[in-house]
């Protein structure tokens, strides 16, 4: 069994406030759908940290006016704009950290799965291109159903020779930090010492929060943790209603995955002990791909921590989890070769 160290305590906290500028350096990162709700404060957030030299936003639309917008702010970051699919090529020219928040969002009434018809083929299609031009890149999916859209990437990898599985990651950061905010809301505790790791997929069942892995120790009467569980596995819903039409998470969205690019920059800056949850290809027969805390190194996974030692109500959930993420990574995977 492995023990989360205090160590990711660290990497819990704040993207905003830890910048640590020791062994410091510098990155040029890409945003594809770098114009949507999510691109734009998640450009901001990256313009605003220290370690990041040039930002790419890439859009179908709009870049031209965020990147001016954007430009203006006295921090380090060179900002281009790329517009169009002829310009990909050059927005993840030398990238080495891509993330993707390129698609339609949900809206009430949606699961993450009604995305697939649209999202599944510009994921491919920015994967494609990634794959050619900047192979050795960071892969940080964003872009909903992360279950199937992160087969999707890796089997145009595969197809493109490049395939690298420690390389690729769904975002599944914001289900930590919704986990950490609402343990810490419920135990008065200080949101900033609080990390729960989160494993499994990112939609509904296959989200499955490990209360029982928690830093600092918290427990919870069986009715009130399957509340939680069930909350933090419905978050994304709760914001899809609230926002009544208007889209899916944002904000928090774009400070989560703000988060999981610098803990991957610090961790690329050779800092250790870096961990992060993040939805991988695992090798295991009946979760290929799963999210587990990781080990980041400066080239990607380092090593994948596994599931530790989990109680049987989180074994439970797990097992909820595994149909569900079967099917969801069967239908990314049969999305790239419906043609062979
Ligand atoms: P949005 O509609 O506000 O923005 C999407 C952006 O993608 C738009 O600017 C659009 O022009 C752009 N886009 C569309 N096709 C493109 C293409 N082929 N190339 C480049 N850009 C393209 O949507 P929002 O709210 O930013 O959400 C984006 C995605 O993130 C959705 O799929 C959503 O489900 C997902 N999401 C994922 C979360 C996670 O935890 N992983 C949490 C919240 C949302």
Not at 217 to 246: C, D, H, M
Not at 294 to 305: C, E, Q, S
Request: glycine share 8%.
């Amino acid at each position: 069994s492995r023990i989360i160290s205090p160590r990711n305590v660290k990497s819990a906290q704040g993207v905003l406030r830890h910048f640590s500028l020791s062994a410091q350096r510098d990155a040029r990162v890409a945003v594809l759908g770098a114009s949507g709700g999510i691109g734009q404060p998640l450009s901001l957030l990256l313009k605003e940290n220290p370690r990041v030299t040039e930002l790419a936003l890439y859009d179908v639309v709009n870049t031209p006016g965020v990147a001016a917008d954007l430009s203006h702010i006295s921090t380090k970051a060179k900002v281009t704009a790329f517009s169009g699919e002829k310009e990909l090529k050059h927005a993840v020219k030398d990238a080495e950290i891509v993330l993707i928040p390129a698609g339609v969002p949900r809206k009430p009434g949606m699961t993450r799965d009604d995305l697939f018809n649209t999202n599944a083929g510009i994921v491919r299609d920015l994967a494609k291109v990634c794959a050619k031009i900047c192979p050795d890149a960071m892969l940080c999916i964003i872009t909903n159903p992360v279950n199937s859209t992160v087969p999707i990437a890796s089997e145009v990898y595969k197809q493109e020779g490049v395939y690298n599985h420690k390389k690729i990651f769904g975002v599944t950061t914001l289900d930590v930090v919704r986990s950490n905010t609402f343990i810490a809301e419920a135990k008065g505790l200080d949101v900033n010492q609080v990390y729960c790791p989160v494993v499994g997929g990112h939609s509904g069942v296959t989200i499955v929060p490990l209360i029982s892995q928690c830093t600092p120790p918290v427990s919870f009467p069986a009715e009130e943790r399957e509340k939680l569980t069930r909350r933090i596995q419905n978050a994304g819903t709760e914001v899809v209603e609230a926002k009544a039409g208007g889209g899916s998470a944002t904000l928090s969205m774009a400070y989560a995955a703000a988060r999981f690019a610098n803990s991957l920059m610090e961790a690329m800056s050779g800092e250790s002990g870096i961990v992060e949850c993040a939805y991988v290809f695992s090798g295991d027969a009946d979760t290929k791909y799963f999210s587990t805390p990781l080990l980041l190194g400066p080239n990607g996974v380092a090593k994948n921590l596994g599931l530790s030692q989990i109680n049987e109500y989180e074994h439970d959930l797990v097992k909820e989890a595994i149909p569900e993420l079967e099917s969801n990574v069967q239908k990314g995977e049969d999305f790239i070769h419906k043609d062979d």
